[in-house]
């Protein structure tokens, strides 16, 4: 992992970068947590009234985000901060459907009152249809260590591969689920759009390596965002800004009110094509299709969804930048080097996982071959330990 390696914000709405530096220099966490949760909760107001269209597909905005750190890190604590102006929101439908409940005479089925919240607390299947049924702008997971939505798969109705629902749920497809309860039927949700959050810890991190997940395209879905551990050396020097969180709370309420779809100019098409078909490419190539060890096989996955987080990307960063009309080469361009950090985590993070050490082990042997000999044929020396060319590639690329 490059420690230079750092989302670039410059080119988002004053406001929104003055909010993301104040939220990690009060909380002392990475700003490129801070970034993804904005971007997240961005995400969770567009809802489906949002979206970017490529010439061929049509892309909500939602995201399926990771923060790995270690406990005590301060994650869970600056999440709550950024998402309270949506937890806000939330309790106020609540309440708008309690005293709705209160007021219907439980005669009329026609007209009982219908709970609109969206953030999600049970994940079974079952409650998660009737949820996206009742809620017409989408839904959003956020669990401070989302390990127990992970670990809930199959927890209540036994079935293994709970997972999968999830990945046609990423993929906007209708849900079917067949009720082990009551009526045994089938009950059916349209149209979903879910929008996930959580923190997970390092080792707990290893929990979603479960061998089902693995060519499933699960873990592809995910944007995690793991960085050094720089643990505070002193008490944080500022506070958080009351103005910057006034202005976080309204821009979400505003963003409520959005509703439009991005295109793309003919030169953000040409950049997006050539990180497509060229960068993303090569890496997929080098990694080979006939790949078999877990780490490879999780940066398959990644790379083949990462050109759909491009366009996801690309469109909330055209909201948090204020801008309106087409997703120009500046915003593509600013994406790109999004996803490339993205890139650089989901290595960390599935080198962890899967033990492919980057600081020691294999990687420091290899790293110190390529300097006293240097590593010229790369297939070979992959083949010679049982480990892909890919990831020989990583290995070198990393610093020391």
Not at 130 to 153: A, C, H, M
Not at 344 to 359: H, L, N, R, V
């Amino acid at each position: 992992m490059k420690e230079e390696l750092f989302m670039r914000t410059s080119h988002l709405q004053d406001e929104v970068q003055s909010y993301i530096r104040n939220v990690s220099e009060t909380y002392q966490v990475h700003p490129d947590m801070v970034t993804l949760a904005v971007y997240t909760a961005a995400a969770v107001s567009a809802g489906k009234r949002v979206t970017t269209f490529d010439g061929t597909y049509t892309n909500r905005l939602s995201l399926w985000g990771i923060l790995v750190g270690i406990s005590g890190s301060g994650k869970t604590e600056f999440c709550g901060k950024v998402l309270e102006p949506l937890m806000k929101r939330n309790q106020k439908l609540i309440e708008e459907y309690e005293r709705e409940k209160k007021k219907w005479n439980g005669k009329n089925k026609a007209e009982e009152p219908i709970p609109r919240d969206f953030r999600l607390h049970s994940v079974t299947l079952e409650a998660l249809v009737e949820k996206i049924n009742q809620t017409p702008d989408g839904l959003f997971l956020y669990r401070g260590e989302l390990s127990g939505w992970v670990g809930s798969f199959g927890k209540y109705n036994r079935d293994d591969t709970e997972y999968a629902s999830w990945i046609d749920l990423w993929d906007g497809k209708d849900l079917t689920v067949h009720t082990k309860t009551g009526n045994n039927k089938l009950i059916y949700a349209k149209d979903p759009c879910i929008s996930v959050l959580g923190g997970v810890q390092p080792h707990i991190m290893k929990k979603f390596a479960k061998a089902d997940f693995l060519g499933s395209g699960f873990l592809g879905r995910l944007l995690m965002v793991y960085p050094h551990l720089c643990y505070p050396e002193n008490a944080p020097t500022c506070s958080l800004d009351e103005k910057l969180l006034d202005f976080w709370q309204k821009w979400i309420e505003n963003n409520y009110l959005t509703s439009s779809q991005f295109l793309f100019s003919l030169d953000a098409i040409a950049l997006y094509n050539d990180f497509c078909y060229k960068y993303v490419r090569e890496r997929v190539l080098a990694i080979g299709e006939n790949a078999v060890d877990p780490y490879s096989v999780c940066m398959l996955e990644f790379y083949g969804k990462i050109k759909v987080y491009a366009e996801k990307w690309a469109g909330l960063t055209m909201l948090l930048a204020g801008r309106s009309g087409c997703i120009n080469e500046e915003i593509m361009q600013r994406t790109i080097e999004a996803m490339k950090v993205f890139e650089a985590y989901a290595q960390k993070t599935y080198g962890f996982i899967f033990s492919k050490d980057f600081g020691g082990g294999k990687g420091e042997i290899i790293r110190k071959l390529d300097k006293v000999f240097g590593v010229r044929n790369r297939s070979q020396l992959a083949d010679g330990l049982g480990i892909s060319k890919s990831l020989i590639s990583d290995y070198l690329n990393q610093k020391k």
